[in-house]
């Protein structure tokens, strides 16, 4: 690694640590932002290392510019530990936020009822529903409608609405099968993934009963 990208280590060991650390401290106007890309880059790989990166830029922190990135971070490196509570906790905080911030915005709005929705976390369903159809405007991209219809569609086979969750599940398996975004110079981004195949064929399988 560089030594430009010292604040982007993708694992960790004292020897890093310590020459993180050593930078850090000589850093002046972008040391909030170069300790959030660090623990963004570190968290899906060492998520307890994450973790307190976090607690240090919010004990340390100079301004909030990098506050819902950091937190997204958080919420990598809780999934990473499988604290799916943990990471929903966080999601909403992060919505909280864009609330307060209209201006900030992430994908949590259906990062979080997909969570919800495809783990049955029973209890945040309503929860999840209604940031569905608070932020619905905010659709872009075609795994963000993935999610957003994927959501409602199992919430609501879950709450045994099969006709209204069959229509959410077509919708999704539309954008499931898309193949470009609606960017010229993007086609490649935000379509949905292999990750989500199980899901997929799952909402195949509702839309087509």
């Given at each position: 690694?560089?030594?430009?990208?010292?604040?982007?280590?993708?694992?960790?060991?004292?020897?890093?640590?310590?020459?993180?650390?050593?930078?850090?401290?000589?850093?002046?106007?972008?040391?909030?932002?170069?300790?959030?890309?660090?623990?963004?880059?570190?968290?899906?790989?060492?998520?307890?290392?994450?973790?307190?990166?976090?607690?240090?830029?919010f004990e340390t922190r100079k301004n909030d510019f990098d506050y819902v990135r950091v937190l997204m971070a958080k919420?990598?490196?809780?999934?990473?530990?499988?604290?799916?509570?943990?990471?929903?906790?966080?999601?909403?905080?992060?919505?909280?936020?864009?609330?307060?911030?209209?201006?900030?915005?992430?994908?949590?709005?259906?990062?979080?009822?997909?969570?919800?929705?495809?783990?049955?976390?029973?209890?945040?369903?309503?929860?999840?529903?209604?940031?569905?159809?608070?932020?619905?405007?905010?659709?872009?991209?075609?795994?963000?409608?993935?999610?957003?219809?994927?959501?409602?569609?199992?919430?609501?086979?879950?709450?045994?609405?099969?006709?209204?969750?069959?229509?959410?599940?077509?919708?999704?398996?539309?954008?499931?099968?898309?193949?470009?975004?609606?960017?010229?110079?993007?086609?490649?981004?935000?379509?949905?993934?292999?990750?989500?195949?199980?899901?997929?064929?799952?909402?195949?399988?509702?839309?087509?009963?």
């Amino acid at each position: 690694m560089s030594g430009d990208d010292w604040f982007r280590n993708k694992t960790w060991n004292p020897r890093i640590e310590k020459a993180f650390f050593e930078k850090l401290s000589r850093a002046r106007s972008q040391r909030d932002q170069y300790l959030a890309i660090q623990a963004i880059e570190i968290a899906p790989h060492k998520p307890k290392t994450a973790l307190k990166l976090i607690d240090h830029y919010f004990e340390t922190r100079k301004n909030d510019f990098d506050y819902v990135r950091v937190l997204m971070a958080k919420v990598d490196a809780q999934m990473a530990l499988n604290n799916e509570v943990e990471a929903i906790s966080v999601y909403k905080e992060i919505l909280e936020r864009e609330a307060e911030f209209p201006n900030t915005k992430t994908n949590a709005y259906v990062d979080y009822p997909y969570l919800v929705a495809t783990r049955k976390y029973e209890d945040e369903y309503d929860s999840a529903l209604e940031i569905l159809e608070t932020r619905k405007d905010d659709l872009v991209w075609p795994v963000s409608r993935f999610k957003w219809h994927a959501s409602y569609a199992l919430i609501l086979f879950h709450r045994g609405n099969n006709s209204k969750a069959k229509e959410h599940a077509v919708l999704a398996t539309e954008s499931a099968r898309a193949k470009r975004s609606p960017f010229r110079y993007h086609r490649g981004l935000g379509l949905v993934g292999k990750e989500h195949k199980p899901v997929v064929k799952l909402l195949i399988r509702m839309a087509t009963e």
